[in-house]
């Protein structure tokens, strides 16, 4: 029962990360409304499995680059709260990676969500 106990703890503290995340990070809560916008016009659309798993795979991504991103800030905050160009340097790789991902995210729902739409749309 204890290993139970631990890994619901284990949970709870990642359920609140997530919870920080949103809270704390202007660009997570920008990243749930492209979520919730895409997961509506998914449905709205009546999208397939695979459409939907790689819009799943494609949110999960960024959700994650951006709780990753933002976990790194903070120690680096931490460890070096003065001005550090080699600190800075790392939070802009780290940032860049976020952009990259959220990128390929829209490139693919563009490609899945625009044919779809247009015909919609269209007709």
Do not use: Q, Y
Request: net charge positive.
């Amino acid at each position: 029962m204890r290993g139970l106990r631990g890994r619901a703890a284990s949970v709870a503290h990642a359920l609140g990360g997530i919870a920080r995340l949103l809270r704390s990070e202007p660009n997570a809560r920008i990243h749930a409304g492209a979520t919730l916008s895409v997961l509506a016009l998914g449905l709205w659309l009546g999208l397939g499995r695979l459409e939907w798993a790689a819009l799943a795979l494609a949110i999960g991504l960024v959700w994650s680059a951006e709780a990753l991103n933002s976990a790194f800030e903070a120690l680096c905050d931490a460890v070096r709260p003065e001005p550090d160009p080699r600190v800075a340097r790392a939070k802009d790789l780290a940032a860049g990676g976020v952009l990259l991902a959220a990128l390929a995210a829209t490139a693919l729902g563009a490609l899945l969500l625009g044919p779809p739409l247009a015909a919609r749309l269209a007709g």
